[in-house]
Every structure is written in C-alpha cells, then in structure tokens.
C-alpha cells in the first residue's frame, strides 16, 4: 500500500511540473494551478516550484512568482524553520537563473509596518 501511495505522489508532482512546463501556458493557467496546490493539504516539492517559477518567467510576471513564494513560505507554518530552508537551498539556482527575487531578499519575510511587541520592551 506504501509503495501505491509513492507512486501516486510521484504521479501528482509529474503531472504538475509538466503542466507547468507547458510552452504555451498562460497567466490564468499559472494562477488556476497555483491556487489548487495551495488548496491541498500539502507543500509543493521544490521541482513543482520550479517549474511553476519557469512558467511566472515565461509569462513574464515576477509578482506572481514571488507573491507564489510567500505563499508556500507562509504554508509550512510551524515548521517553516525545518521546510522553508530546504525548499530555498533546492531552488535558489533556479531563482537566481530566472532573476526572481526571493522573499527574504525583497524584506517580505518581516513585516514593514509591525509595532515592537510591549513584551520585547525594556527600560530604554
């Protein structure tokens, strides 16, 4: 039964890197995919991302592909410090091939207008 639910797996991260990879995709393609893996209970593998940041190059949108990151950055939750590193040290290359900004570097991972919390104050 294991090995079914690897091959499935297997199955579903072909099918959308191929859909991803298609020459001809378009911006409401791109988005339609992204919002249905982003509703599935699951972070996409680093080569569907690549893929996927393939396709915010050839359509042209640079938003699209890091607002996309933040997403995914947004959805390993509490385990962003064990997943989030991992998918960026498997996609950076490809990032920095395509010109793709990525979260940290835009300054998106903090907040630009967050308050200092009461809890971190001292006597200053």
């Known amino acids: 039964m294991s090995s079914h639910g690897a091959a499935d797996a ?9 859909y991803f990879n298609k020459p001809d ?3 409401w393609e791109v988005r339609k995919a992204m919002n249905d893996l982003h509703g599935m209970d699951l972070i996409p593998e680093p080569k569907i991302l690549i893929a996927a940041m393939k396709a915010c190059r050839r359509i042209n949108d640079h938003s699209l592909a890091v607002r996309y990151l933040e997403a995914v950055k947004d959805k390993c939750a509490t385990e962003e410090h064990k ?9 950076q290359p490809t ?23 009461v ?3 001292h006597d200053e």
């Open 10 to 18: 297997e199955e579903f991260d072909t099918r959308y890197e191929a």
């Open 25 to 27: 995709i378009d911006g």
């Open 95 to 117: 990032l920095k091939e395509l010109g793709i900004s990525s979260v940290e570097e835009m300054g998106y991972d903090k907040p630009e207008l967050a308050l200092k919390s």
């Open 119 to 121: 809890y971190d104050m």
């Open 83 to 91: 997943i989030w590193p991992f998918i960026m040290q498997e996609i």
